[in-house]
């Protein structure tokens, strides 16, 4: 192999374009091989993930290959693919993330799987659904890229935790507008934002109990006319 890791860069974005199954199939071991020896540095294994696993979902094999070389490398750099994500507006990469972690959930690594999911928790709840950029509104709760390993995070917790979280969640989104906000759209904001951080705890709940989904359900509005009135209910899940 060569050293020179732009090289190796090119040849790994264009490689598997124009080709059949069978010749995919044989290239996996070699894009395995890549991705090792790109890990070694920790800089340019950050530099891959963001250009080539910022949106996954587009390349179905070569997510492949990194869900195999993953369960290979150290927390660094599960943790460098986890902050490569584009986050916003990201649900419809939460299939394809899923499928590349869920290897690694049904390997018997268990004494790392804790610390993995822990990463994949921190850099969710520092984005806190854009609760820190400016035109961060919500109007509805949303999915997004790291939904199952945040379950799995939850699901993780020591049943007591999980079902404590939940209480809290539950409480907050019940009194939200016992807090001041600026505007209707804060408050609506707030609220979809705590909804979604509880339909990744419930869900967690529901893998704890032996579910085998591994993604929550679809967004629904609230069940009442009056809440999806009064909070604007508008999914853009959907489109």
């Known amino acids: 192999m060569v050293n020179n890791h732009v090289f190796k860069f090119v040849s790994v974005a264009n490689f598997w374009r124009d080709r059949s199954a069978g010749q995919l199939q ?27 696993f910022k949106f996954p979902g587009n390349n179905s094999f070569m997510d492949a290959a990194l869900a ?27 299939a394809p993330v899923a499928n590349i972690l869920i290897p690694f959930a049904n390997s018997a690594n268990s004494g790392e799987k804790a610390s993995i999911w822990a990463s994949a928790y921190k850099v969710w709840s520092d984005w806190s659904y854009s609760q820190y950029e400016s035109n961060s509104a919500m109007f ?7 939904d199952f390993p945040v379950a799995m995070y939850y699901a993780s917790l020591p049943r ?18 016992q807090k001041w906000f600026n505007s209707v759209t804060d408050l609506v904001t707030e609220r979809n934002r705590l909804k979604s951080r509880l339909r ?32 604007h209910y508008h999914d853009v899940n959907n489109f």
């Open 200 to 231: 990744l705890v419930q869900h967690g709940i529901e893998l704890a109990n032996g579910s085998n989904q591994a993604l929550p359900p679809p967004i629904q509005p609230d069940a009442d006319l009056y809440a999806q009135i009064r909070y």
């Open 26 to 52: 044989s290239s996996q071991s070699i894009l395995q091989a890549l991705f090792l020896q790109v890990a070694q540095s920790a800089a340019d294994w950050a530099a891959w993930m963001q250009a080539l």
């Open 140 to 146: 509805a709760p949303a999915a997004c890229a790291l």
């Open 160 to 177: 007591d935790e999980r079902l404590a979280e939940e209480s809290s969640l539950l409480e907050a989104i019940e009194t939200v507008e």
């Open 68 to 94: 195999t070389v993953l369960q290979q490398l150290s927390q660094e750099h599960w943790l460098a693919f986890f902050q490569a994500l584009s986050l916003g507006y990201s649900h419809r990469a939460a």
